[in-house]
């Protein structure tokens, strides 16, 4: 168990995840909005937005396996299908929302489609997180699957007395 225990890293709890969220999935999806900006004067928005978003879920999947839910390595392809689905979501939500802005106004502003592009983004991407965190980066399913067992969860300390885990993962034969 100890060997299983040291090749993971603790899990962040809910408010250091969400800050890594926003750091690394911002980032991403910020500079995703002037991608997506630059690619629309050559090709239609849609398509434009469609590419950046699978450039930029691969690119931030990894970011949030790595970094942001201490999922200790790379993100497996479960992961990054599971990601993909939330991502697709989160394109029909900027599209909509921009489709609806040009529905509103006749010739919108480059500034006026940031705004609803990035306030489409950041809706979109609060969802994603709890997405992300319960269901494509849960740390017991992922150990489990990893491991084959099965889990009992329970509380117990972990490095120092102040530092709880919210479960640890206990294998037996199955």
């Known amino acids: 168990m100890e060997a299983a225990q040291s090749r993971h890293q603790a899990a962040p709890g809910t408010f250091a995840a ?10 991403v999806g910020l500079a995703s909005s002037f991608a997506v900006a630059a690619l629309a004067s050559w090709i239609p928005w849609s398509l434009a937005n469609a590419m950046i978003t699978v450039a930029s879920t691969l690119l931030a999947t990894e970011l949030h396996a790595r970094f942001t839910f201490g999922a200790g390595g790379r993100a497996t392809w479960r992961q990054h299908a599971q990601s993909a689905g939330s991502a697709v979501a989160a394109y029909v939500v900027t599209c909509v929302a921009m489709l609806v802005l040009q529905q509103l106004v006749a010739a919108p502003g480059a500034v006026l489609e940031q705004v609803v592009y990035l ?50 993962v206990l294998c037996r034969a199955a």
């Open 18 to 27: 969400f800050a890594r969220f926003v750091l690394c999935g911002g980032g």
């Open 119 to 168: 306030s489409a983004s950041a809706l979109a991407g609060v969802a994603r997180f709890a997405v992300l965190r319960l269901v494509v980066f849960a740390r017991n399913r992922s150990q489990l699957a990893a491991v084959g067992c099965t889990a009992r969860p329970v509380r117990a300390a972990v490095a120092r007395a102040e530092v709880q885990a919210d479960a640890v």
